[in-house]
């Protein structure tokens, strides 16, 4: 594996390799890596030649009051998971951007709800910098978790809409034993919070198993599952359409449950299919 830190020089690589007939395949993160991040790394790595991972945590998506300075790091850990897993080239700019830069993505649509609306800065920072990502790195295939649906939604949307040509694969949810979805927050918390953060889970399967047995009274699911969690406040707790992330309209359309919850300053999101 090798380590490329500026983007131009990783754009010559991507574009050396491009003219190969190699086919790139693209995991983008923002370090501090668990088995999540690297079960996108081992799909990617069955579909394409040449696996790129990046890791850049993007100022663009964070707003003033959030975690910026304090974003877990592990550049050493990090990049001997990148090579265990397959990973050819470790693209870790120190800077991304050029100067003046100016251009933002909008998404619209999929992100009326859930994350977007309670964190409006968030996802035009996200698409810029995967936007900016996809040109650097110049993949055909780029691997996401469902354990940020929303993002994914967004970055399909924008890859189809910009005709980025890159296919755009979703990758499970990864949990830890106890149910916790993994993420490099959870190192935020200290082990009482770690506990109670597994109601999350909890009360997501409790609404899956209601519903795979044909409970459809959504406003009472909700509310059960409401009362299942224990965090120090809810953000939001949803149960929408798993392709529009509407509200459910046709109760035999796909559905997810979909929950964001703080404990103290750190904020975990979880979701699962119905
Ligand atoms: P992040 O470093 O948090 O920006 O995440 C980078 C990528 O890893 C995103 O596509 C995430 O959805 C994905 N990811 C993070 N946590 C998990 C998890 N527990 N399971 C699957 N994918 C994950």
């Known amino acids: 594996m090798q380590v490329v830190e500026h983007p131009q020089e990783m754009a010559e690589r991507a574009r050396a390799i491009r003219a190969q007939g190699q086919r790139i395949g693209f995991v983008p993160t923002m370090g501090f890596l668990h088995a999540g991040h690297t079960s996108l790394m081992d799909l990617a790595r069955a579909r394409c030649d040449v696996l790129v991972a990046s890791i850049y945590v993007n ?27 397959g990973v050819d080239l470790l693209f870790m700019p120190d800077s991304l951007y050029p100067p003046g830069h100016a251009t933002r993505v909008e998404v619209r649509g999929v992100t009326d709800r859930l994350c977007g609306a309670s964190r409006p800065h968030f996802f035009g920072g996200v698409a810029t910098v995967v936007a900016r990502l996809f040109g650097i790195v110049q993949p055909q295939l780029a691997v996401f978790g469902e354990k940020d649906y929303q993002q994914l939604l967004v970055i399909r949307r924008m890859a189809e809409d910009l005709a980025l040509g890159v296919e755009v694969l979703g990758g499970p949810l990864v949990r830890d034993t106890d149910g916790v979805a993994l993420s490099s ?52 707790l949803e149960l929408l359409d798993a392709e529009s992330l509407a509200p459910l309209g046709d109760p035999a359309r796909p559905a997810r449950a979909f929950v964001a919850a703080f404990y103290g300053a750190t904020r975990l999101i979880d979701n699962v299919g119905l």
């Open 185 to 236: 927050r959870n190192a935020y918390l200290s082990p009482a919070d770690r506990a109670r953060a597994a109601s999350l889970s909890r009360a997501l399967f409790g609404m899956q198993r209601r519903w795979r047995a044909g409970d459809r009274d959504v406003a009472r699911l909700i509310a059960e599952a409401e009362a299942a969690i224990d965090a120090d406040r809810l953000d939001y």
């Open 59 to 85: 100022p663009l998506q964070f707003a003033p009051h959030e975690d910026l300075d304090r974003y877990p790091r592990d550049p050493v850990g990090d990049a001997r998971k990148c090579a265990e897993h």
